[in-house]
């Protein structure tokens, strides 16, 4: 009965909403409030939640510190946790830089070269499946900068994704572009330049979102280890000093800041995946429906 | 009709190119040193041939190709150009095969820009053979923003912006529907006739050969061969009229016999 008395005005009117559109835009629409509103409320909730259960069991901060005294840390030890937190992503981006760098670079040079490759590529995995904590120290006995040290562990955790992706990439072009690229005589650097590269990019971008995390990841584990304080010193460093000096709250605090930034360079780095790819790959391709 | 009427397969192809602008002569093609894929095929193709390859799978249509295209070399025989010819060919695949990260005017640059050519260089005529497909304005599109027509389109496109003197089509419609096969062979013989390019076109539909071809080679399979090769001289320009005249019809018979008969008793016919 309501579908009747609905379908003879839609006939009439110009545009051409049917009920199935409209209850499709109703969800998008919901789905897109929800998309942001529903993890803020979510957080709020945890907060509220948190700072319940901190006061009704009157849980002394030296073992669990309420959102409020965190916010408080936060605030008063800023200037420490800040400049650690420069450290700490100054190793993070050194790494990753190098990380890309090196493994693109060698990424590149196996692909030009099979050789190579079956020479030099067991040593990567076996550099993956080391626990980084267990070279670490080793690395801390024959590097004397401490800097050069943490960049290095870093490196380690976030080189692997990076060139075990770009590899795969760099020999993942059709084969019928190959073939094409041949009969036209290109040489091994156009076949590079104009297919291997463009079609390693999905790949490349893959693992740098992964590299993104590892980097900064590797940097404060590397400094765990390293365990040295002073003027230059990271989140980690901080985050070991509080849990000396049992100051909980600044733990949290630190701790947060890792999140976040772990968070940011995830943010960051879909979002250069989505603009390097958002014009031809179906990972980044909006669609309609 | 008399040209249509099918002749034993005799070595040194049909008759007629004193001086070829390719000569297949007696090649042969065998995988792995077990796997005859093409045995003893001999072809002269000459300027402004549209030679169809037609035969069931297996028959070494795709072989052929991709030793004319110099992808692979053959096991005995040889594959020679015209002398003080260059090899200079084109070829569309079965697949559009474009770069998807490219616009449909950087995959028609492509071949030229191999060649050292600037887009500022190449602008003219990349837009005018992406004109002459009939896919003027969509320069800056991806190829996937285009339909399966479209981008086979591009594909031709790229083929040919070098002008190439010989233009290799591995089953280039195989995939496409009806309606869009038909409009892209009228395209597709307009273009050739335009430029007077030779063509060898692989297929398995023996009214697309009928339709486009001056010459169709008939091929068998295990090992693949060649069985018949039929002149096909129905007059150009052929168009709609053409493809339902009874004239066209009556060839279409003539060739189905032919691949009938390569497919059923194909092994009787094995010279070399």
């Given at each position: 009965m309501a579908e009747t008395a609905l379908s003879a005005p839609a006939a009439d009117a110009?545009?051409?909403?049917?009920l199935d559109e409209l209850k499709r835009m109703r969800q998008r629409r919901n789905e897109r409030i929800g998309a942001w509103a529903l993890p803020v409320i979510v957080v709020a909730l945890t907060l509220l939640g948190w700072d319940w259960i901190v006061r009704a069991n009157e849980i002394p901060h030296y073992i669990l510190p309420g959102p409020g005294r965190v916010a408080e840390s936060l605030y008063e030890d800023w200037s420490i946790l800040f400049s650690a937190l420069m450290v700490t992503l100054k190793v993070t981006t050194m790494a990753l830089f190098t990380a890309v760098v090196l493994g693109v670079g060698l990424a590149i040079l196996f692909s030009l070269s099979k050789w190579i490759e079956m020479s030099l590529f067991p040593y990567a995995v076996i550099l993956q499946v080391t626990p980084i904590v267990s070279i670490a120290p080793l690395i801390f006995i024959y590097v004397d900068s401490k800097l050069a040290g943490l960049l290095i562990c870093a490196w380690i955790v976030a080189f692997f994704p990076i060139l075990s992706n770009t590899t795969l990439g760099l020999n993942s072009a059709d084969h019928n572009l190959r073939d094409l690229f041949r009969i036209y005589g290109a040489t091994r650097w156009q076949t590079l330049r104009h297919l291997q590269i463009p079609s390693a990019m999905p790949y490349f971008l893959a693992g740098l979102k992964i590299a993104g995390g590892l980097s900064l990841i590797g940097a404060v584990v590397a400094e765990y280890v390293a365990g040295t304080g002073g003027v230059g010193s990271g989140l980690a460093f901080r985050i070991l000093e509080a849990s000396y000096r049992l100051n909980i709250p600044r733990m949290f605090a630190a701790l947060l800041l890792i999140a976040v930034t772990g968070v940011l360079i995830f943010a960051l780095m879909s979002l250069i995946n989505h603009l390097a790819l958002r014009k031809w790959h179906e990972s980044a391709v909006s669609r309609e429906r | 009709m008399e040209g249509i009427v099918p002749e034993e397969h005799q070595t040194g192809g049909s008759a007629g190119h004193a001086d070829p602008l390719l000569r297949v002569a007696n090649v042969s093609k065998v995988f792995g040193g077990q796997v005859t894929a093409l045995r003893g095929m001999s072809l002269d193709l000459g300027e402004g041939d549209f030679v169809s390859l037609l035969g069931p799978s297996g028959c070494g249509k795709s072989t052929a190709l991709r030793l004319i295209a110099g992808l692979t070399h053959p096991t005995s025989g040889q594959i020679r150009w015209r002398a003080g010819t260059e090899p200079d060919l084109g070829v569309v695949f079965q697949e559009p095969t474009l770069a998807p990260w490219s616009t449909v005017f950087g995959n028609v640059w492509l071949p030229l820009r191999l060649r050292g050519i600037s887009k500022a260089a190449a602008k003219d005529q990349v837009e005018e053979v992406i004109a002459s497909v009939g896919l003027a304005g969509f320069e800056g599109a991806y190829p996937r923003e285009l339909s399966g027509g479209m981008k086979m389109r591009v594909s031709i496109a790229r083929a040919m912006v070098t002008r190439p003197k010989l233009l290799l089509m591995d089953e280039p419609f195989a995939a496409l529907d009806e309606i869009t096969r038909f409009k892209l062979n009228n395209d597709v013989l307009a273009l050739q006739q335009r430029l007077g390019c030779t063509v060898i076109f692989v297929t398995h539909s023996v009214f697309e050969s009928v339709f486009l071809s001056s010459r169709i080679v008939v091929m068998a399979a295990r090992p693949g061969r060649v069985v018949h090769d039929m002149p096909?001289?129905?007059?150009?320009?052929?168009?709609e009229g053409f493809r339902t005249s009874h004239d066209y019809v009556e060839r279409c018979r003539a060739v189905s016999a032919a691949l009938r008969d390569a497919m059923e008793h194909g092994a009787g016919h094995e010279e070399h």
């Open positions: 110009a545009p051409e909403i049917d | 096909n001289d129905a007059p150009y320009p052929r168009d």
